[in-house]
Structure formats: C-alpha cells, structure tokens
C-alpha cells in the first residue's frame, strides 16, 4: 500500500517541475527585485536539483522495495511538493507576495511535520534514514526560502533606479538588471539586519535539527550561509555555521550516543 504513497510523491514532484519549467516565467526578477539582505547568493538555489534528484531517486527505491513507513509522512510530504508547485503560481505573479510567503511557509510546516512523524533518524534504519534523506534536505532548504519570502513580502524593498527614457520595455529591463547588478556587487560586507537573520536562522535550524533529531536538516541552511554576502570576512557568519555544525553533531549524539 506504501507503493501509492510513494506514487503520489512522484506525481506531486513532476507536477513542481512541470509548474516551475511552464510557469516560472518571472520568479528570478521578482527574487531580484524584492530581495532582502541576507537572501544568498544565485548559485545557492542550486541545491533545487540536488532535492528534486534525491527525491526522484528515493521515491524510485521505496516503491521497488516497498518500503515501511509513515503512510502519513509520505502524504505530507506529497502535500509539500504540491504547496511548492502552488507557489511558483503565485509567485511568478509578481503582485501576492505574501500569499506566496504563506504557501511557502505552509509546505515548510508540512515537510517538518513529516520529519517529525517519520523519525528516520531515530529509527536507527539505514533504509529509513535513507529514504527520508530528500526529505531533510527539502525541509532544511524550505526553511530558508520561507524565511527569505517572509522577509521579502513584509519589506517589499524595491531597489531605487530612478527614471530614463526607453524605446520599449526589453530595454528598460536590460538597464535595471544592469543597475540591480552593480548594486548588490558593491555591498561587499554584511549588513546588521542580515547579520541577525542569519544567526537567527541558524539557531532555529540547530534546535530543530536537534529537536526531530536529524543531522541533516542544518546542512541545506548551512549552503545558504556559506554563500552570503560577507562570507567568509565576517566572524557573525562562521558564527552562524558552527551553530548549525553544533547542531548536526549534537542531533548524531542524541540518536546515537545519549537518548534526551
């Protein structure tokens, strides 16, 4: 019966990808346009294919092995994948950020629940940790990009181009993505506000990684704290990575070692 469970996620996942390759139309220039400083850097977002690979991947192997597990983890974790591919409709509107910011919210809330209900880790289970491995990187992941949507639905901080003249659109456009760019390249350092963000992230992300445990939730937030601007000049953010090392190796004791 697991096999159906599974099944949906693979339906849930293609139907995100589908979403974002059809209808993300506009997703980088509002992340542009509304973005808040301590967003990371572009390159960060790459870690959507590590996720949806490893999910694809995971997916695959419980239903060739069908695997035992949390029928209801699987359910939230579909429902997460849907709440993804919802939001790059709302998103790529450019007009209802914060709708998108609590529909990117809701499936962090889904993921981690699923986390919590699965207990992968816990289990002690090669198979179950393995299987739930996706999960954990997703969830970390989410916890950042709901972080960062909130951020951008409650500030709204457009950057300031001032006016020219443009024969047509393509053009206007070219020269804001030109000015946007020279912009953020001169904030070489961190900034007080993303400063605390990012320690504030950090924390939540060790805690929870402590709390479901799972060692692996802290890393995809980690990857965010690596490429923020500042990185690696500013102590605040090796701050921020230790707090994330710490929690990782404290969650390995609690499943491992000493059970609390």
């Not at 997703?138 to 990009?145: E, N």
């Not at 709390?211 to 802290?218: G, N, R, S, T």
């Amino acid at each position: 019966m697991t096999a159906v469970y599974f099944g949906l996620i693979l339906s849930s996942l293609a139907l995100s990808i589908f979403t974002l390759g059809v209808f993300g139309r506009h997703i980088g220039e509002s992340a542009a346009r509304y973005r808040v400083s301590f967003q990371p850097d572009g390159r960060a977002f790459s870690i959507w294919w590590l996720i949806y690979t490893t999910t694809f991947a995971a997916s695959l192997v419980g239903l060739a092995l069908r695997a035992e597990v949390e029928r209801a983890a699987l359910l939230l974790w579909s429902g997460t994948w849907l709440l993804t591919a919802i939001w790059v409709l709302v998103f790529d509107d450019q007009r209802k950020l914060v709708l998108a910011a609590l529909v990117l919210l809701g499936a962090f809330g889904t993921s981690l629940a699923a986390l919590f209900l699965q207990q992968a880790w816990p289990s002690q289970t090669g198979e179950q940790t393995l299987l739930f491995a996706p999960l954990s990187l997703l969830s970390g992941w989410l916890l950042v990009a709901s972080s960062v949507g909130l951020g951008s639905a409650l500030t709204c901080s457009e950057p300031s181009f001032g006016e020219i003249k443009a024969d047509n659109e393509v053009s206007l456009r070219i020269w804001e993505d030109a000015t946007r760019d020279a912009i953020f390249a001169r904030r070489k350092e961190t900034t007080t506000t993303q400063v605390v963000m990012v320690v504030i992230l950090a924390f939540v992300g060790g805690c929870l990684a402590l709390a479901i445990p799972d060692p692996l939730f802290v890393w995809p937030i980690a990857w965010a704290v690596i490429l923020q601007r500042g990185f690696p000049r500013s102590c605040w953010m090796w701050l921020a990575l230790a707090i994330l090392v710490a929690g990782s190796v404290v969650s390995i004791v609690r499943v491992f070692v000493w059970k609390f």
